[in-house]
């Protein structure tokens, strides 16, 4: 067992401290969340997926429920209208999705939102490697204004929602929540981004880091 001055062991005790307070914090979070009610009825949207041939065809937001009896998780993308390009934020997010995306389809239906052409962002997607990860674009449908992930003159915001389907066929609305906490809150996303967790446990944290589309 490696050995430590007693300075260190008190800094660490404090630390551990902590670090089982903010994990019974997160759990408290998260039970508060399950009790979110489930009542407000979401429009069955029309979508946009490609399918082989690299064409795209209309999808409603329905038919994303591959298993109906799973939640639907919804990634919003920063991709379209006034995003032209890809975020790369949210671009080493869905890397990150798409290296569990066996695991957490066990789970909930997944899909990765976007408002722009949806061929166009598939094949940045399969330049990624993001094989598996299902895309399709809301386009000019009012699915991300509606929720809060798009405003009125375009710009895309970073999110997630969550949809359940009931055995009647109507889509209903659990959860939605992005970067942007309200109040001068940011960093509302960060449970999904590996990236910051790791850098949190250096001694030099985040830093000014921000992450590019390639290095």
């Known amino acids: 067992m490696m050995e430590h001055s007693d300075r260190y062991m008190r800094v660490r005790e404090e630390l551990r401290q902590a670090e089982i307070a903010l994990k019974e914090q997160r759990e408290q979070v998260a039970e ?5 009610p489930l009542e ?9 997926e490609t399918t082989g041939d690299a064409t795209g065809r209309t999808v409603r937001l329905s038919e994303l429920f591959t298993r109906p009896e799973l939640p639907l ?3 919003h993308f920063m991709f379209g209208k006034k995003q032209s390009e890809p975020c790369p934020m949210c671009t080493q997010c869905a890397d990150g999705y798409a290296g569990i995306l066996d695991h957490v389809s066990q789970c909930v239906n997944f899909v990765v939102v976007v408002a722009g052409d949806v061929v166009e962002f598939t094949r940045y997607a399969q330049g990624r490697g993001w094989e598996g990860l299902r895309v399709a674009s809301s386009g000019d449908t009012s699915f991300k204004r509606d929720l809060g ?10 999110g997630a929602t969550v949809l359940e389907r009931t055995d009647d066929g109507r889509i209903l609305h659990f959860y939605t929540g992005g970067a942007m906490m309200g109040d001068g809150h940011y960093r509302g996303m ?4 590996p990236l ?3 850098l949190d446990l250096t001694r030099q944290g985040r830093g000014d880091f921000f992450p590019r589309i390639g290095y």
Not at 40 to 48: A, K, L, N, R, Y
């Open 149 to 158: 992930m798009e405003d009125a003159e375009g710009a895309q915001m970073p």
């Open 73 to 75: 998780v919804a990634v």
């Open 32 to 36: 508060l969340r399950r009790r979110l």
């Open 190 to 193: 960060d449970l999904l981004m």
């Open 40 to 48: 407000t009825v979401v429009e069955d949207h029309e979508f946009t």
């Open 196 to 198: 910051w967790n790791f």
